[in-house]
């Protein structure tokens, strides 16, 4: 749960990518949460028969600040992505998000090992990618599981049904399971509100349940303001009533906004920082080092034992590269000391000759009075 100040003047910042096919509701969903119209709509439609010239995805930032009632504040950053699938071949559009998310640890992987850090350093890797799944009353699409686990090992993935209030209450709860059953299946691994029965607080755990109850989280949004019954509520008119988005009996985006603003906005920094971005710089220092290690060739192959040797090796090489870098920095550090002390001596002793040539005169007018 959050622990960090309330009233934080700059604001906490929050990176959150928003990922789903044309139309399914992303720019909605991004001005309800942040109750302004940040993403403005360029009214241009997704033709389909266009699909095999059309541009690949984008990623497309949006920055505003978020105060929540109690005060605390977040410097928010949308990442919208216009574009995913409106191609016929996805790969590439995989490829674009995969190299967005990566280029954003290289970019802190670099900075941790600079000798001198750059105090202006903005650290932009995405905390959490909503993803949008299309109410099609059926399970995952291959597109869907495909893109997933491609991208479930580097951002914590929210899976959401786009336009909930398109399925019956029956519908939906059938569709949330076929796709909870397709998330076990594929073995994906989606953020699911991590907790720890002995170490957490009780309060925490039942939050966490009760949120992992309602995933995926049923989405319905709207910017539209609508008076019932002497109430203004933010909702969606139907000939046959009112949705209203954010009461809980007609969908999960008060939950959902909560989770991800207030409650579980440090879980999500922190697996970002501790678990997602570590694993991502041990495979990329091992890498390097691999590459230059000719032995690994003879045990990447083989049976289990190998493995186990191998992971050992994999351990060993992140350690030392770790020592090394550590080593080059204090080496820096102590010839920085150095070159201070030095540049201090040299200093001191100008001084001190500036001050000799001021108490003594010069010679040659000595000995003139002298005479
Ligand atoms: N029924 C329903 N319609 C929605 C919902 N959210 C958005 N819409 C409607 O769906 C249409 C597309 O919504 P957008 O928010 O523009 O969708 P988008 O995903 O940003 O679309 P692109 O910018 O074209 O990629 C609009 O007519 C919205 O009013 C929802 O929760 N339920």
Request: net charge negative.
């Amino acid at each position: 749960m959050r622990t960090a100040k309330k009233t934080s003047k700059k604001g906490v910042p929050f990176n959150l990518l928003v990922v789903g096919d044309a139309g399914l509701g992303r720019s909605a969903f991004v001005n309800t949460l942040c109750e302004k119209p940040l993403i403005k709509k360029d009214n241009t439609h997704f033709d389909p028969s266009m699909a095999a010239s059309m541009s690949p995805v984008e990623i497309v930032p949006y920055q505003t600040d978020i105060v929540l009632e109690d005060g605390f504040r977040i410097s928010l950053t949308v990442l919208d992505t216009p574009h995913f699938n409106e191609a016929i071949d996805n790969e590439n559009n995989f490829d674009i998000i995969l190299q967005y998310l990566e280029s954003q640890y290289d970019n802190v992987l670099e900075e941790e090992t600079r000798i001198k850090r750059n105090a202006k350093f903005s650290d932009e890797r995405v905390h959490a990618l909503i993803y949008f799944i299309s109410p099609t009353g059926h399970g995952l699409r291959e597109l869907d599981i495909e893109l997933m686990k491609r991208l479930a090992p580097r951002v914590n993935v929210i899976p959401v049904i786009a336009k909930a209030d398109s399925l019956t209450a029956e519908e939906l709860k059938e569709t949330k399971k076929m796709i909870l059953d397709d998330i076990a299946y594929y073995h994906i691994p989606v953020y699911n509100f991590p907790y720890d029965e002995e170490e957490d607080e009780e309060a925490l755990v039942s939050l966490s349940k009760s949120l992992r109850s309602k995933m995926p989280f049923a989405i319905v949004s709207s910017d539209r303001l609508v008076e019932i019954g002497g109430n203004t509520i933010r909702g969606r008119v139907y000939p046959w009533g009112v949705v209203d988005v954010d009461n809980p009996s007609h969908s999960d985006f008060l939950a959902l906004r909560s989770a991800i603003f207030s409650t579980h906005l440090e879980d999500l920094q922190s697996i970002t920082n501790n678990q997602l971005y570590e694993s991502y710089r041990t495979e990329k220092l091992s890498a390097s080092h691999l590459a230059m290690d000719s032995s690994y060739n003879d045990l990447s192959s083989g049976n289990q034992q190998d493995q186990v040797l191998r992971e050992d090796r994999l351990r060993a090489i992140e350690l030392s590269v770790q020592r090394e870098i550590e080593e080059k920095r204090r080496q820096l550090l102590a010839r920085e000391e150095a070159l201070r002390a030095l540049e201090e001596k040299i200093a001191a002793s100008t001084a001190a000759m500036a001050n000799t040539s001021v108490s003594t005169p010069p010679s040659t007018e000595n000995s003139a009075s002298q005479s």
